[in-house]
């Protein structure tokens, strides 16, 4: 009787390339939406550190605006407003597709869950608007 090799299949192990984010529009803005979340807590620890330097009184917090006047950190807060606002526009269009909306037992346009985020979103800026200019 003849003795056969027992087969043992090779596994498949697709190469994906490192940059496998840059070959399609929608992996770079998955890629950016990721990494804007950086930016984010980047805001969020320099919000911190103001409320702190306020607390801690004028010359600190003279000091620290005078920090936030340098150019290097002009330009990279004007990055961060950037990827700020790439981020909440992202996370705005992501609300019709992790929302169930229905009416009448029939889905509704994506437009119905996603505008009033953005409304909601400019009004608050508006009001935000009217008090650093001293309106309210």
Do not use: C
């Not at 529009?25 to 805001?43: G, I, M, P, Q």
């Not at 407003?81 to 992202?90: M, P, R, S």
């Amino acid at each position: 009787m003849p003795q056969y090799a027992r087969y043992q299949p090779k596994v498949y192990k697709p190469r994906m390339s490192a940059y496998w984010w840059l070959d399609q529009w929608h992996y770079l803005r998955y890629a950016l939406r990721e990494a804007s979340s950086f930016f984010v807590a980047y805001f969020a620890v320099v919000i911190l550190i103001q409320i702190f330097k306020l607390n801690a009184g004028h010359d600190q917090y003279a000091a620290f605006q005078a920090w936030l006047r340098e150019p290097l950190m002009i330009i990279v807060n004007a990055i961060t407003l950037a990827f700020l606002l790439f981020h909440a526009v992202t996370w705005f269009n992501l609300v019709p597709r992790v929302m169930v909306r229905q009416i009448a037992g029939r889905p509704t346009p994506n437009a119905i869950a996603s505008i009033p985020n953005f409304f909601i979103w400019f009004g608050a800026s508006v009001i935000v608007a009217l008090f650093i200019m001293r309106i309210i």
